[in-house]
């Protein structure tokens, strides 16, 4: 990924990757969710400080899934959900989470760590493909469709 690697950066790309395996093996419970994040594989360059932060994406997006897919399904024109790759829905579910529920992510933000993260993990057209979705949540947003404080004006330098 380009740009600085900073513990929230490094907290998303781990967190991406647990979904992503979710995505296979989904977890059944809450503590099945618990050990899933516990026991994925580490980078040993990244602290165990953004734990908590890659424990709230994982049970974030897992327990409200299905409203994220829904918002997913509004936003992909011509795509359903089950024709989406796995790492394009995982990236997407993990940004749309970000951007309902964590108040101090701006919007840009969001999008720009998922298109990193659709750039490092998904194929030639998946930067492309993630960018036109969050970019018209991001509107939506923006004009008030959704109950979320956030406009695009707002950039990494303001948080």
């Known amino acids: 990924m380009s ?5 929230r950066r490094k907290a998303r790309r781990r967190a991406f990757q647990i979904l992503y395996g979710f995505a296979f093996e989904p977890p059944v419970n809450e503590r099945a969710l618990l050990k899933a994040v516990k026991e994925a594989p580490r980078d040993e360059n990244v602290p165990e400080s953004g734990d908590e932060y890659v424990l709230e994406l994982c049970r974030g997006v897992w327990t409200r899934h ?23 829905l995982t990236v997407l579910r993990l940004a749309l989470y970000e951007i309902m529920n964590v108040e101090d992510i701006p919007l840009r933000v969001a999008l720009n760590e998922a298109v990193e993260l659709s750039k490092e993990f998904g194929d030639d057209n998946s930067p492309g493909f993630v960018n036109g979705i969050l970019d018209a949540v991001a509107k ?9 404080k956030k406009d695009l004006s707002r950039s990494r330098e303001d948080s």
């Open 66 to 88: 299905e409203e994220l897919d829904r918002v997913i399904g509004q936003h992909s024109q011509n795509w359903k959900l089950e024709r989406i790759g796995k790492v394009e």
């Open 3 to 7: 740009g600085p690697q900073t513990p």
């Open 140 to 148: 939506a947003v923006d004009q008030g469709r959704f109950d979320v």
